[in-house]
């Protein structure tokens, strides 16, 4: 694993525009850097990267059914009663899954490390799936990196493959998100994309104009009933609004499923840890107020995680380096522990693995980094390619 400063294309920015990615540049600083790539041997990605994280989308699986049988880790994690039952029936009925992403610590040496799974509202999609794969093609090109470079990337195809397989028939998928918030927005816009070369039928609503008719249902603002509804929207939010109730109805399928409330909660580095105690993917981690956390943050040097966190707020790094903490509006549900494993430093940069999982398979690689040691919604995304 190296980081290669190179030649950025002279009109990126445009190619972007062109291409919807209205993001490209938060608050005058650039989102998308490709003045810079990292380089992996295909030996790294095969054994370092893609076949632990097939391996920990397995053992998610295992952790979904031990959770669901568990009252004491469901309250632990905080997850609303009501939901419960909701949850259990998406499982059963095997309600499928899109995509998540694992974030991984890796410096090209030993196994990676899971930091977390960003399991029901992941972004950073759309420039990992697509915008970086056209970034290769375009660098090889102009020699920007070598001709025969690839790119751990089908997050695209598997996306299509995967929404092809969600059995819509005649249905139509709504795609929603909420208002004024652009990478939301582009990252519903491409899925959306994908579904329509699956041969589905789409179409968008933004969340704040979802209405519900008097049979429980969803509808869109010209009253038509919404029977499939992809919602960009985080499901611990969803839960506590005034029309979960309806939601609870189970009168419309979602993606991602109920289910994925297991899944996108740091409570599960906790669980995953009592069921695969010395993973080497997997660090120890424990709920805060278990007294099996004593003796990790006795060693004073670990992470602190709100259960319910998210892009790195209220995250805080103890005993580090530079110990370091990040605000946010995050924390009152609870925290997990996590034996600390920093993000290795590439000429002051701290990038961090975004490992994608469509379908339950690993199939892409995308990196963000940063010149602080915690990722953040600002942190840049830098391209990636396999050579040597």
């Given at each position: 694993m190296r980081r290669h400063s190179v030649t950025e294309r002279p009109e990126w920015r445009r190619k972007a525009e062109e291409a919807g990615f209205a993001f490209h540049t938060i608050d005058g600083a650039k989102y998308w850097d490709e003045s810079a790539c990292y380089a992996f041997t295909l030996e790294e990605i095969e054994r370092d990267i893609e076949?632990?994280?097939?391996?920990?989308?397995?053992?998610?699986?295992?952790?979904?059914?031990?959770?669901?049988?568990?009252?004491?880790?469901?309250?632990?994690?905080?997850?609303?009663?009501?939901a419960w039952d909701?949850?259990?029936?998406?499982?059963?009925?095997?309600?499928?899954?899109?995509?998540?992403?694992f974030d991984l610590r890796y410096d090209g040496t030993g196994p990676a490390k899971l930091l977390e799974f960003n399991a029901d509202t992941p972004t950073s999609l759309f420039e990992a799936s697509y915008f970086q794969w056209s970034w290769l093609e375009e660098a090889r090109d102009s020699g920007i990196v070598p001709n025969d470079a690839d790119q751990f990337n089908s997050i695209q195809d598997k996306l299509i493959d995967a929404l092809a397989g969600m059995n819509m028939g005649k249905r139509r998928l709504t795609f929603a998100c909420v208002k004024g918030h652009a990478e939301d927005r582009g990252t519903v816009e491409y899925l959306e994309d994908c579904a329509r070369q699956a041969g589905v039928d789409t179409g968008?609503?933004?969340?704040e104009d979802i209405?519900?008719?008097?049979?429980?249902?969803?509808?869109?603002?010209?009253?038509?009933?919404?029977?499939?509804l992809f919602k960009l929207y985080p499901w611990e939010w969803l839960i506590e609004e005034e029309f979960a109730q309806h939601m609870l109805q189970d009168m419309c399928r979602v993606i991602e499923p109920a289910w994925k409330m297991t899944l996108s909660n740091k409570g599960l580095l906790a669980v995953m840890w009592k069921m695969f105690e010395g993973h080497p993917n997997l660090l120890p981690a424990?709920?805060?107020?278990?007294?099996?956390?004593?003796?990790?943050?006795?060693?004073?040097?670990?992470?602190?995680?709100?259960?319910?966190?998210?892009?790195?707020?209220?995250?805080?790094?103890?005993?580090?380096?530079?110990?370091?903490?990040?605000?946010?509006?995050?924390?009152?549900?609870?925290?997990?522990?996590?034996?600390l494993s920093q993000l290795p430093a590439f000429e002051g940069n701290y990038p961090v693995l975004g490992s994608w999982i469509v379908a339950g398979q690993a199939c892409g690689l995308g990196l963000r980094e940063d010149t602080k040691p915690i990722t953040s919604n600002t942190s840049r995304f830098v391209p990636h390619i396999i050579h040597g």
């Open positions: 076949e632990p994280s097939q391996e920990l989308s397995n053992m998610c699986y295992d952790a979904v059914r031990e959770i669901l049988n568990s009252d004491e880790l469901l309250t632990r994690m905080r997850i609303p009663q009501k909701y949850m259990a029936a998406s499982w059963q009925r095997g309600d499928k899954d899109l995509y998540g992403r968008f609503i933004y969340m209405g519900v008719d008097a049979t429980s249902r969803f509808t869109t603002l010209e009253d038509e009933v919404i029977t499939d424990f709920f805060e107020d278990d007294p099996a956390a004593a003796e990790l943050t006795a060693g004073g040097a670990y992470a602190r995680k709100p259960i319910f966190g998210r892009e790195g707020a209220n995250v805080e790094l103890i005993g580090a380096a530079h110990p370091t903490r990040a605000d946010g509006p995050y924390g009152a549900e609870g925290y997990i522990v996590q034996a």
